[in-house]
């Protein structure tokens, strides 16, 4: 079954990570109700989740979904007449797959966004102190006779860069040096005008998303991280032909879980709430080029978002950004009474 199974996603050119995961899954639910598949009814479904949210580190609702939609299409092909597993198991055992998840027993998709909501954007203020923090870091380690310093410089302007460009982590740690680019209406921003991203977020089944990031005037500062990194800072770690923007000191590519690690880093040195997550740089991206006034398209395109409601839900503007529009409102509907009024 199992087997099949993985030759049907496999034939709608599904990954092998995405394959693997699923039967993994699969694989705990048969684990953990000591059953075959065809044994399966709605209470060994229904046990399976409701362990899972039990214990320490209980699932979040949308692991569940997740979870009761793989586990549902693995008892579709089962239940699909033309693969014939319904027959061939009640002739062998007298009984046949049945449904595990239905309407009733499981996750309802209610609402659009089911993150963490202690996850938000980065104010200006927190995001000064992240990259000053991660400034201050190679200095630290120097005084103290440690290794790592450069490192420290390469962590910083890792930082600066996915926040200026609003990449994800996997996205950024596959920019090969050739990826940046110069922009000729920017030439100001010389070789860094934008950012060729190949290997986006994809949707199940379909290849990398690609899209290109343009260098706004207002993240214009990291033109000067980057060069200094590319010039400067990179070569001490002799990547020789190494085409990656981000390497490593053993001259690999930087992974992203160490992406990760540098920016958990940088938000215990600055003190930030520990909620926040590299992901909440993306957001904060998204949510300042909203507030420097970049119409939802453009913003729409620069973070490779299929749909403007998914770019909506990343967004959350200050009360400031609101009051400023609130004002222009009121002086385009009273005019000179407005000044009166306030």
Known sequence: MKEGWARQQSARFLKAKTIDPRLRLVERLEEFTGLYPWQWTLAEGEAFIAHLRSGSTPIQMSTARSYEVTIGLFVEYLLDPRYGWGEVCAERFGEAPQEVFHEGNSVLHAVEYEGDPRRRPLTYDEVQALFDAADA??????????????????????????????????????????????????????????????????????????????????????????????????????????????????????????????????REDAGLDEDFDLHCLRHSYITHLTEFGYPARFVQEQVGHSHASTTAIYMGVSNEYRNTLLEASMRNRLGNDWDVVS
């Open 137 to 266: 870091r190679p200095g630290r380690i120097r005084g103290q006779g440690r290794k790592g310093a450069l490192t420290a410089l390469r962590d910083a302007a890792v930082l600066k860069t996915i926040y200026a460009f609003g990449t994800r982590r996997t996205e950024s740690s596959r920019v090969d040096l050739v990826d940046l680019r110069r922009n000729p209406k920017a030439p100001q921003f010389r070789g860094c005008g934008s950012m060729m991203v190949r290997f986006g977020k994809a949707s199940k089944g379909a290849p990398p998303k690609r899209r290109t990031v343009l260098m706004v005037p207002e993240m214009d500062w990291a033109v000067d991280v980057l060069d200094e990194w590319v010039t400067e800072i990179r070569p001490h770690f002799s990547p020789g032909r190494h085409p990656a923007l981000w390497v490593t000191e053993r001259v690999g590519r930087l992974s992203p879980r160490s992406i990760n690690e540098a920016f958990v880093t940088a």
